[in-house]
């Protein structure tokens, strides 16, 4: 792919491009950010000086003195003034201007930057006792200073990095602060600034997510407090310290992770799992919609460690609880009870309906092609006890589907028993 030429380049900076001549100051040459900026047509800007249009350079003999600076400054020479738009308004500008020779001609190539963002930005860290706020700016991750009247929110340089925003970006108004907190966590956060305004809180504190420049998310833990209030009392300007937590954020998940669901099969622990299953439990009696409660073992699980080894076993209990948690629904509940056995709680389904789905476990599993681990099949043997004739809680649940497992594997392994309804004269079988 051919690139394009340097004029081509040039023409389409940002910044105004100008080729001077030294001895006149006239232009003769600019790109289209050269008089576009400063509302000029091109054949308007031509050949006219730089004089005119400069308001800080009073006459050749200024331009003169200048011009010889420029010839003797190898690296370039840079100048802050102020260019004159054709209506009369004014532009902060930056001027890097080098010496340029062609064809044994010298000329003078001056690049203008539009600093007035900059200047203001300048402006308003000078104005916010310097020293004092520089510590907090460079201790921090972002410090932000709300004017309630205004809506008016300087965000710090800190802030804006945090972010991946420029120096010169982040509109200075509430609504960008708005509009980068987490849809899920603007009202929450919106609650507790307002407490804090109303009186309600000494402080504001809050931990949400803040999206950055490229639309991802962090998490923040945003502190602030009234700075000022009016005569009457009323908040006028808030000022406030984010802090990025979002490793912090990471790492409590992890871990969360690891308290809560088994290394190995990435299902939920035995802790979990319970606390889940109850939950479910609970919810099925009070609304009536009935449970079923499958305890899983995998068949012959020792011989396979026994032969193959560990590792061996290890990634057969991973894929196997895979094929266990597929195609479970959202009130489903599937965790690892110890060893190779497992327990699945089905959310509103009859007895026939769940020994249909066992069904489907002892399908899918004859499906699975088991060679890769050296093993030429992995059969279970699963129990069923019923939400209701078999208890209403889950120890009672457990114990008759544990005993319905042990029972399929007594006549053979590889099918489902469900639990007999136990009779109030008869024990309750056991292992």
């Not at 200073?145 to 925003?165: A, C, H, I, N, R």
Request: contains cysteine; negative net charge.
């Amino acid at each position: 792919m051919p690139l394009p030429s340097i004029h081509q380049i040039i023409e389409h900076f940002q910044d105004s491009v100008y080729v001077i001549d030294p001895d006149t100051s006239r232009i003769l040459w600019c790109n289209q950010a050269g008089y576009a900026s400063l509302g000029y047509q091109k054949n308007e800007i031509i050949n006219h000086s730089v004089l005119s249009l400069q308001k800080d350079m009073a006459g050749l003999p200024q331009w003169d003195d200048i011009a010889q600076v420029i010839h003797n400054s190898p690296d370039g020479y840079t100048f802050v003034g102020r260019h004159q738009h054709k209506n009369g308004d004014e532009t902060a500008v930056e001027v890097v201007t080098t010496v340029l020779t062609e064809n044994d001609q010298t000329y003078f190539l001056s690049v203008a930057r539009d600093i007035t963002r900059r200047m203001a930005y300048e402006q308003s860290l000078h104005t916010r006792e310097d020293s004092v706020w520089f510590a907090i700016n460079e201790a921090s991750d972002g410090i932000w200073e709300w004017e309630l009247d205004t809506d008016y929110v300087f965000f710090s340089p800190q802030l804006k990095k945090m972010l991946g925003y420029g120096p010169d970006e982040m509109a200075p108004h509430v609504d960008t602060w708005v509009r980068n907190v987490h849809p899920e966590d603007l009202d929450y956060v919106w609650s507790v600034l307002d407490n804090h305004l109303k009186g309600h809180r000494s402080r504001y504190e809050a931990q949400y997510r803040l999206r950055n420049r490229n639309g991802h998310y962090l998490w923040v833990h945003d502190r602030g407090k009234v700075s000022s209030r009016d005569d009457n009392g009323r908040p006028t300007r808030v000022v406030g310290m984010v802090h990025d937590i979002t490793d912090h954020k990471t790492m409590q998940a992890q871990l969360e992770q690891l308290a809560h669901y088994d290394i190995l099969t990435g299902v939920a622990n035995r802790r979990e799992g319970m606390r889940q299953v109850q939950a479910q439990l609970q919810a099925a009696k009070f609304n009536q919609t009935g449970a079923c409660l499958l305890v899983v073992d995998f068949d012959n699980f020792k011989r396979i460690n026994d032969l193959h080894g560990h590792q061996t076993g290890d990634d057969v209990l991973k894929q196997g609880a895979q094929l266990l948690a597929k195609g479970l629904n959202q009130n489903d509940c599937i965790y690892r009870w110890g060893g190779e056995e497992f327990v699945i709680l089905l959310n509103g389904l009859s007895a026939s309906a769940a020994e249909k789905r066992a069904e489907t476990l002892h399908q899918r599993f004859a499906e699975t092609d088991w060679q890769a681990h050296g093993i030429d099949a992995l059969t279970l043997s699963i129990g069923i006890s019923i939400l209701g004739p078999h208890g209403h809680k889950l120890d009672e649940l457990l114990k008759h589907a544990d005993n319905a497992a042990y029972q399929a594997k007594n006549k053979g392994r590889n099918q489902t028993v469900i639990a007999p309804t136990p009779s109030k004269d008869d024990p309750t079988p056991t292992r």
